[in-house]
């Protein structure tokens, strides 16, 4: 054992990976060449990380999950593209994260995110740190997922489409458009279906700011108003929280999934 290092015999790794202090390599796992593997990462038995994948400190990348695969995109060239994840995540059995499509692109992954069984993660992805990506997860090329979002199981997202942070997405959702910071999206199709009050709870925000974050919330999705003015009477609450919530809505290119006209708040 060099450096703390502990690589089982039956493990295979590539002679230019760079394996930093203490790594742990299981049982047949692959780490193949012009990768890097920070300290402290642990990568279990049956688990492959491809060439041009940088996984940092702290990992714990489970049985059978592929970090680094070639994109599941016919544009795709064959030129040299990255895979970038960060430090303390739980990458769970069987996840598949690509690397990108664009030679010198980069599919990302924070640091502290929670990737569940079977999830997959596409190519040019962007994910923020201390997101939570549940089991049977599909992601599609160019996603990009806001810090502490919680997406439940069985979540597709066609690709472009964003979600910001602390949003969370029902179990099943079909998202084709962009999912707002700070509300629950739900349903096929998607739909707002309230804040995510108990994320925001945890994430620290006190009851002022809820209240403000409602009234936002009505006059972008309740009260029936225009986009623009709606946008501008939420200005007028001079609040960060929600003045993010607006420069979400200004920037989305899709569109963003809105509340169902015969259903009731739920917050």
């Known amino acids: 054992m060099r450096n703390g290092l502990d690589v089982h015999p039956t493990a295979l790794v590539g002679g230019s990976a760079r394996l930093g202090a203490r790594v742990r390599i299981g049982p047949y796992a692959v780490i193949e060449d012009d990768t890097e593997v920070g300290d402290g990462t642990e990568v279990r038995a049956h688990a492959v990380i491809k060439r041009f994948t940088a996984v940092g400190r702290g990992n714990a990348v489970h049985e059978g999950?592929?970090?680094?695969?070639?994109?599941?995109?016919?544009?795709?060239?064959?030129?040299?593209?990255?895979?970038?994840?960060?430090?303390?995540?739980?990458?769970?059995?069987?996840?598949?994260?690509?690397?990108?499509?664009?030679?010198?692109?980069?599919?990302?992954?924070?640091?502290?995110?929670?990737?569940?069984?079977?999830?997959h993660v596409a190519h040019e992805c962007a994910i923020g740190d201390g997101a939570v990506i549940a089991n049977n997860v599909a992601l599609a090329g160019y996603v990009e997922i806001g810090a502490g979002a919680f997406l439940s199981g069985g979540v597709v997202v066609?690709?472009?489409?964003?979600?910001?942070?602390?949003?969370m997405l029902g179990g099943n959702a079909k998202i084709v458009q962009d999912c707002l910071p700070f509300v629950i999206t739900d349903g096929v199709p998607g739909r707002a279906r309230g804040l995510?009050?108990?994320?925001?709870?945890?994430?620290?925000?006190?009851?002022?700011?809820?209240?403000?974050?409602?009234?936002?919330?009505?006059?972008?999705?309740?009260?029936?108003?225009?986009?623009?003015?709606?946008?501008?009477?939420?200005?007028?609450?001079?609040?960060p929280l929600v003045d993010e919530m607006i420069a979400f809505a200004r920037a989305s290119k899709r569109g963003f999934h809105r509340a169902s006209r015969d259903e009731g708040e739920s917050d």
């Open 158 to 167: 066609h690709q472009f489409c964003r979600v910001g942070r602390l949003a």
């Open 65 to 119: 999950a592929i970090l680094g695969g070639e994109p599941q995109d016919v544009g795709f060239a064959g030129g040299p593209s990255r895979l970038r994840i960060g430090d303390g995540n739980r990458i769970r059995e069987g996840v598949t994260i690509h690397r990108a499509t664009r030679t010198g692109g980069e599919t990302v992954v924070g640091s502290g995110c929670f990737l569940m069984a079977y999830a």
């Open 196 to 239: 995510n009050v108990v994320g925001l709870r945890r994430a620290g925000m006190d009851a002022g700011q809820l209240r403000t974050l409602k009234q936002a919330y009505r006059l972008l999705l309740r009260a029936s108003l225009p986009l623009e003015t709606a946008l501008q009477r939420m200005a007028a609450l001079q609040d």
